[in-house]
């Protein structure tokens, strides 16, 4: 069913120190096809001796790759970025078949995760740190940036591929080394990056990826997180898990970065330009059949272009093409699981008992091809008594709820725990900026839809967790600051 033109991609053992060894227990974790949740491949279903495996090869491995000059490790990256594009089409197909994203997006995620190693390459060579003007005569004040030590990655299955690479690129760069976990559900694009990174030259020990099962998780994370060598975890995921993490990671004051759940507002003013906001919620609500922490989860459109708004829209979300995730034609794959489509049916059905009209979609479909496809849905008449206005659906629906007034809609945006993403259109450039100051999130799309950038900080604030990846403030999360202060020099 998955063929790849580099068979020796589709790996299935974890990698320890270089090594590809199976679970210490030999256990087996199947991968499934998300539309038919039938098992296509098996990975190494890994405990918490595994992990401690990982972790020792990690901290071995940690002082001689932290010395290697930047240079040198600018290049593996380099080196890793080029295969990482050569083997683009079996990766994106990997992606498809594991995830369910169509085969068109999974190429673009390719990319997207390529670029972050490709930046993070550029940006190793640029660490700098300050000498500080002397207080006092014949002292120098000096700062250093230093690499944290063992890094421990949670990734999640939305984005097999550019989830990892944003946190293992700058890991390496800053001179870390890692031990990961992918999801359960996406482990062989995990694997196959990795193996990637081990034909570029990076060094055994420094990239160790442990595949684990829902039930086993636990056990390998917590081996981590108790384990006072792993100095920073870094997590993509929900916000419970967040809080696990930052709660357990306390006894040995880990670093953390953490980007949670959203329940991005996605706002249309009365001056909007109206094909544009169409075009951006297009491109922000449906990509990955909206399994995105940043997708926009309410949809708060101004009463005067209401009507108009809806009757674009409708008619754009209800000519997306539904299939199988490598077949060319699609635009919304499967969802992830069985849990996944059973939420989405379970809030569109709560919408609608509290008064939501369905004006496209609103069902499963395609059940010939497997139970987990859902039509791409536009509700109107939203409210916030609905769950989905308190929760992420995580699927491809928009719900739509009226505002009359700028006050009443930055409240209602900004009545959520969480702050992740925002998305607002509008022509008027003094409410551009009282509005973008005015909603709590890390990050705002202004007229746009697809704010996500490897040279852009990425990450939220309140419940949406704190840390940033890309940009040149994501390698900082990877690095401590240490104060050399000499003195007798006078
Ligand atoms: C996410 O959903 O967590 C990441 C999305 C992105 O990088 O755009």
Not at 340 to 349: C, S
Not at 451 to 465: L, W
Request: aromatic share 6%.
């Amino acid at each position: 069913m998955l063929k790849l033109s580099e068979p020796t991609l589709l790996r299935s053992q974890n990698l320890i120190d270089g090594q590809w060894r199976d679970a210490g227990l030999g256990a087996r974790l199947a991968v499934t096809d998300p539309a038919t949740a039938e098992a296509f491949a098996n990975v190494a279903d890994s405990d918490a001796g595994d992990a401690r495996l990982a972790a020792d090869a990690a901290a071995a491995a940690f002082p001689a790759w932290s010395r290697r000059p930047a240079r040198e490790r600018a290049q593996l990256l380099k080196r890793w970025h080029a295969l990482i594009l050569d083997h683009q089409e079996d990766l994106a197909r990997i992606i498809s078949t594991e995830q369910g994203k169509p085969l068109k997006e999974a190429r673009g995620e390719v990319q997207y995760g390529a670029s972050y190693v490709e930046w993070f390459a550029e940006e190793a060579t640029r660490i700098c740190g300050d000498i500080v003007a002397e207080a006092v005569p014949g002292r120098k004040l000096l700062v250093l940036k230093e690499p944290v030590g063992v890094v421990a990655a949670i990734t999640p299955w939305n984005f097999p591929l550019a989830m990892i690479a944003r946190k293992i690129a700058p890991a390496l760069a800053a001179g870390c080394t890692v031990v990961a976990k992918p999801a359960e559900d996406t482990p062989l694009t995990a694997l196959a990056l990795s193996w990637l990174a081990q034909l570029a030259g990076v060094p055994a020990g420094v990239i160790n990826i442990v595949t684990a099962s829902r039930e086993h998780t636990p056990g390998v994370v917590d081996a981590w997180l108790a384990d006072s060598r792993v100095r920073k975890v870094t997590f993509t995921g929900s916000t419970p898990v967040g809080k696990h993490l930052a709660r357990e990671s306390a006894a040995t004051l880990k670093k953390l970065s953490l980007e949670l759940g959203g329940n991005a507002p996605f706002i249309v003013f009365d001056d909007a330009d109206l094909d544009a906001a169409v075009d951006g919620l297009m491109a922000s609500k449906f990509r990955n059949g909206g399994q995105t922490c940043v997708c926009p989860n309410r949809v708060y459109v101004h009463d005067a272009v209401h009507d108009a708004f809806v009757e674009r829209l409708a008619q754009r979300v209800g000519a997306l093409h539904v299939g199988p995730a490598t077949e060319d034609a699609a635009q919304i794959g499967p969802m992830i699981n069985a849990r996944a489509v059973d939420k989405i049916a379970r809030h569109v059905e709560d919408a609608v008992a509290r008064g939501a009209r369905v004006v496209t979609g609103g069902k499963r479909v395609r059940s010939a091809d497997g139970p987990h496809y859902y039509a791409p849905t536009v509700l109107v008449d939203a409210t916030p008594a609905m769950e989905l206005s308190c929760e992420e659906t995580f699927g491809p629906v928009a719900p739509i709820f009226r505002f009359r007034d700028e006050a009443e809609v930055i409240r209602d945006a900004n009545d959520t725990p969480f702050g992740l993403a925002a998305y607002f259109y509008s022509s008027d450039i003094r409410r551009i900026w009282r509005v973008a100051q005015a909603l709590e999130t890390g990050m705002v799309g202004i007229n746009e839809g697809a704010i996500a950038a490897e040279a852009a900080p990425f990450g939220g604030v309140k419940e949406s967790g704190y840390g940033r990846e890309g940009s040149r403030h994501g390698l900082d999360d990877y690095m401590h600051t240490k104060y050399l202060c000499q003195g007798l020099l006078g």
